[in-house]
């Protein structure tokens, strides 16, 4: 067990290179299984939601190599197993992604519900409902999610319309329908960033995708795909972590290697609060010197401010001058973090989906336990802008999506560092 120490009250001054992003390679990475050939992906991000994606494409046969740190060979062409271990499975969200790759490219898949962030319900009532409409027969029993296509023919395209605009569910039904026979017409979809980067992957590799980026997705189904190259795109969230950091923590730091239209939602907010964004290149400069104003946010589908910045920019406004409103629009339980802040001297309070949130002058360091991916990230930038010591334990959920967290950090001038924390138990057993 280990847990993060931060000393905060220092602004940060430099640069931090952006890593590719998570929620595109936990997607791009299972859609290598429909492919027939050696995929090579580069810009994968080194986090452990992404080695737990490669141990299940492991498990399944896949053969992987690594080149250098971010770029992998992927074979899938010798698959020899098509269910997915329950532990594995369950642990990480995006494991729902094998179940569309593998009923597109091989008719079945057995894979265990999925896990990830506790933020409230989490069905997949979607992804089944577009899956079904593709052709297949999926159950839900003992934990797992079990799919097949009948007759051990293949997925029909179809007219699929999602109620809500699931990421995940546009994701899936774009995997299965890849290989399926004919046109699949996605409406009301999803139009994150990374969709369209999952599309842009499929496309390079002898897909059949347009429109991804836009509420309606045609995918015409195509025999096989065969393997090539692809880059992943950059963490717009990583990147607006760091932005929200320097405006809690005050100084200049140029975030690179981002693409800088996907970050107008984060960086609007930003300015309102009266940070400064300049935009040169694949870079922002993010500068704060002088106080934050308040702000009113409201989380929605992109291009609307991502849901997986509302705990970093609640860590923001809680130093902000006035009372700010912050409304999640997405999840429905996504700020089991106030409590922690409290802990540093926040005053927010909420109330079902609303968080009002009133500036205090400055946070004081203390103890927080990260309850999830985003809000542990939070805890940190809470941190960097406290007064005094603060800790962050519990720090597996925020190595799941950050690549090098401390490294960053550091190389900006945070005073941050891993501590490790001895295990209780082993402790009461030598005692
Ligand atoms: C993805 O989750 C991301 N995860 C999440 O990021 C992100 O918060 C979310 O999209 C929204 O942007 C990955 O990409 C791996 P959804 P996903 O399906 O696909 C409801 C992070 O921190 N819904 O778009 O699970 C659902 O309850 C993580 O990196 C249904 O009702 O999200 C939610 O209210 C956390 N039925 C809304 O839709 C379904 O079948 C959006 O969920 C599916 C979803």
């Avoid at 992957?201 to 980026?213: K, V």
């Avoid at 205090?360 to 010591?389: K, N, Q």
Wanted: hydrophobic share 40%; net charge negative.
């Amino acid at each position: 067990m280990k847990k993060y120490v931060i000393h905060g009250g220092r602004p940060l001054y430099g640069r931090i290179e952006i890593s590719g992003a998570k929620n595109a390679a936990v997607a791009i990475i299972p859609a290598a299984l429909m492919v027939d050939g050696v995929c090579r992906i580069e810009n994968i991000p080194q986090i452990s939601d992404v080695d737990l994606i490669l141990n299940m494409l492991q498990s399944l046969g896949a053969n992987i190599r690594t080149f250098n740190r971010t770029t992998m060979d992927v074979d899938c062409t010798h698959i020899v197993n098509r269910q997915i271990p329950y532990e594995d499975g369950r642990k990480i969200r995006a494991s729902y992604y094998l179940i569309g790759a593998l009923l597109g490219r091989y008719g079945w898949a057995e894979v265990p519900l999925p896990g990830g962030c506790d933020l409230g319900g989490r069905p997949i009532d979607l992804h089944i409902k577009g899956l079904t409409a593709l052709g297949a027969e999926v159950d839900t029993r003992n934990g797992y999610v079990y799919a097949k296509v009948p007759d051990g023919g293949r997925l029909r395209g179809a007219q699929i319309y999602l109620d809500i605009a699931s990421v995940g569910a546009t994701i899936n039904i774009m995997l299965a329908a890849t290989l399926a026979e004919g046109l699949t017409v996605i409406e009301n979809a999803a139009k994150e960033p990374h969709i369209v980067d999952v599309a842009n992957f499929l496309n390079s590799m002898g897909a059949d995708i347009a429109g991804a980026g836009t509420d309606v997705i045609k995918i015409r189904g195509v025999e096989k795909l065969r393997g090539g190259e692809y880059s992943i795109i950059p963490d717009q969230i990583e990147a607006g972590t760091y932005m929200a950091a320097v405006a809690a923590a005050g100084g200049e730091v140029r975030v690179c290697g981002i693409i800088p239209k996907h970050m107008e939602c984060i960086t609007a907010k930003l300015m309102e609060m009266g940070v400064e964004v300049e935009e040169e290149g694949d870079s922002l400069i993010v500068r704060r010197s002088g106080s934050l104003q308040r702000t009113n946010v409201k989380t929605m589908p992109y291009p609307g401010f991502p849901t997986d910045m509302q705990p970093q920019i609640a860590a923001v406004l809680s130093i902000a001058q006035g009372t700010s409103v912050l409304t999640e629009g997405v999840w429905g339980n996504r700020y089991r973090y106030v409590e922690e802040f409290r802990r540093l001297g926040a005053k927010i309070q909420v109330e079902g989906k609303i968080a009002v949130i009133e500036g205090v002058d400055h946070l004081t360091g203390a103890p927080m336990e990260a309850c999830d991916l985003r809000a542990g990230a939070a805890m940190v930038i809470a941190g960097l802008a406290a007064r005094g010591t603060s800790e962050v334990t519990n720090i597996s959920h925020i190595e799941r999506g950050y690549e090098d967290l401390i490294g960053k950090l550091s190389g900006v001038g945070a005073d941050i560092r891993v501590v490790e924390v001895p295990d209780p138990e082993r402790a009461a057993a030598t005692a």
